[in-house]
């Protein structure tokens, strides 16, 4: 079946700011910024990255099949003859302004997500969940910073009946502009952390910068974590721009409230009361933050006006995506062992989050509870002591043994139980071997850093090596 077009040629050329250089492109299926990624039918958008110019990459993309490419003035006459092309004078903007123009065309209900921690499993539940009502266009993966934005926005389809759309931040100010482009119906903040610290002078400028989301609302609502300390500081800023603020998570003053919570082998069971309504539902995965950010997704159907039973039985199909508490077991060669992978990020809430949730699973028959832990980055000057005071939620989660890579974290290994520490290394290359001769059937291993601390290689052998009898 022929692909719908996401794009005619002349509404690029108007919403781009283009002039046209070779023959005008009739349409474009898609929007691609990575050749690896490409389909044929895309617009390539020729961003500059920190590592790379997109312009490298143009013909490249081109000869894959791509619709056209959007380039900047000082590369036209080299690229010139190379295939359909529009000219802009700064790329970025120009992808900014062609996801602004989807924004306009667009009638989708629209939610955005920030938060120092569960910002992207609480925008996959809230996708999901959606998607049981209609066709929903969602960030994929972290797509959260100055182009992953515009690049979604972009990609939405004219006719998306809901859209959700995940925004981060390192410094202030940048979630601003984000959710000016975004323009939601409603905001959340899931909660506000010690993340990004080398950017801010305390948590309360993260607070601030994560309250940016509310700039974006027109009345609308604001749904807020009401346990966060930040609750009330966060509150005061949505109350400038939203026409209502509800709060989630165990408060008695929550209009959503986690009741109770049950953890199973592969998800766990809920009740909650959302407003005047008690609910009991299932969550394909487990993890207590996971049940408080599912408060914050039902609450977003509450505002939708969505069928409050049918939202939070599709939840019962959510599963966190790879590096964000994946599970998967795997053989040992005498026995299977568990595999928890929160390799793509980390800071101290989210280690604690993870802690708890290694604590909650039982080994099997002779197994232990293993954490292997990589650096957390951004921290800033107090970045060793908030390593070091994880060694009491270690001990408290029960952890067997601790594995360690990376300057930052040797502070917690030496700060651990001298009988919890297994090993620690300069780096997750040279902690591999040691992890990998350490497992043995019935253990749960936990693998978690800042994605910088590159933790997801020691996921990667561990797969390699013992292979994936099964995901959970």
């Known amino acids: ?40 039918g895309d617009l390539f958008v020729a ?142 903040v899931t909660k506000v952390a010690a993340v990004h610290l080398e950017h801010f002078e305390s948590v309360d ?57 049950r953890q199973l082998d592969d998800g766990c069971e809920v009740e909650a009361q959302v407003l005047d309504r008690r609910l009991s539902y299932r969550i394909g995965a487990p993890g207590k933050h996971i049940a408080l950010n599912s408060l914050a997704a039902l609450l977003v159907a509450v505002v939708f006006d969505l069928n409050l039973e049918k939202a939070a039985a599709a939840l019962a199909d959510f599963a966190p995506p790879s590096g964000r508490g994946q599970r998967e077991t795997l053989s040992s060669g005498n026995g299977d062992f568990t595999l928890i992978d929160e390799s793509y990020n980390a800071n101290p809430t989210s280690m604690r989050a993870a802690f708890e949730l290694l604590g909650a699973t039982a080994p099997g028959a002779g197994g232990r509870r293993i954490a292997v832990l990589g650096d957390m980055l951004e921290l800033g000057p107090q970045a060793g002591e908030l390593h070091a005071e994880l060694a009491a939620d270690l001990s408290r989660a029960n952890v067997d043994y601790l594995f360690t890579a ?33 497992i043995r059937a019935g253990d749960v291993v936990m693998i978690k850093g800042s994605n910088g601390s590159k933790m997801s290689r020691i996921v990667a052998a561990l797969k390699t090596k013992f292979g994936a009898e099964q995901a959970s």
């Open 1 to 40: 079946m022929k692909q719908e077009p996401l794009w005619s040629g002349l509404a690029l050329v108007g919403a781009l700011q283009a002039r046209v250089s070779g023959s005008l492109a009739r349409e474009a299926t898609g929007v691609s910024i990575d050749t690896r990624t490409l389909n044929p």
């Open 406 to 438: 990376g300057p930052l974290m040797q502070r917690l290994y030496y700060a651990a139980p001298e009988a919890m520490r297994a090993a620690h290394r300069a780096t997750a290359m040279e902690l591999e071997e040691a992890v990998l001769s350490e």
């Open 205 to 261: 400028g993260i607070a601030d910068a994560k309250a940016e989301i509310f700039s974006g609302l027109e009345g609308g609502v604001a749904i807020i974590n009401r346990d966060d300390e930040y609750y009330e500081r966060l509150a005061a800023a949505a109350a400038q721009t939203a026409g209502h603020v509800f709060g989630f998570g165990e408060s008695e003053d929550a209009q959503a409230r986690l009741l109770s919570y």
């Open 47 to 188: 961003i500059k990255g920190d590592a790379r110019d997109g312009h490298e990459f143009v013909r490249a993309a081109l000869e894959k099949g791509a619709a056209a490419a959007v380039i900047d003035e000082a590369h036209a006459t080299d690229l010139a003859g190379s295939g359909p092309l529009f000219v802009v004078k700064d790329v970025q903007r120009s992808l900014e302004l062609l996801g602004m123009r989807a924004r306009d065309r667009s009638s989708a209900l629209v939610a955005a997500i920030t938060g120092s921690v569960g910002k992207t499993s609480t925008k996959d539940m809230t996708r999901l969940m959606l998607s049981h009502f209609g066709a929903t266009h969602a960030s994929v993966a972290s797509y959260n910073n100055q182009w992953g934005v515009p690049l979604t926005l972009a990609r939405m389809p004219a006719g998306s009946r809901y859209g959700v759309f995940e925004l981060g931040m390192n410094h202030a100010g940048e979630i601003a502009g984000l959710v000016a482009q975004v323009r939601p119906h409603v905001a959340v």
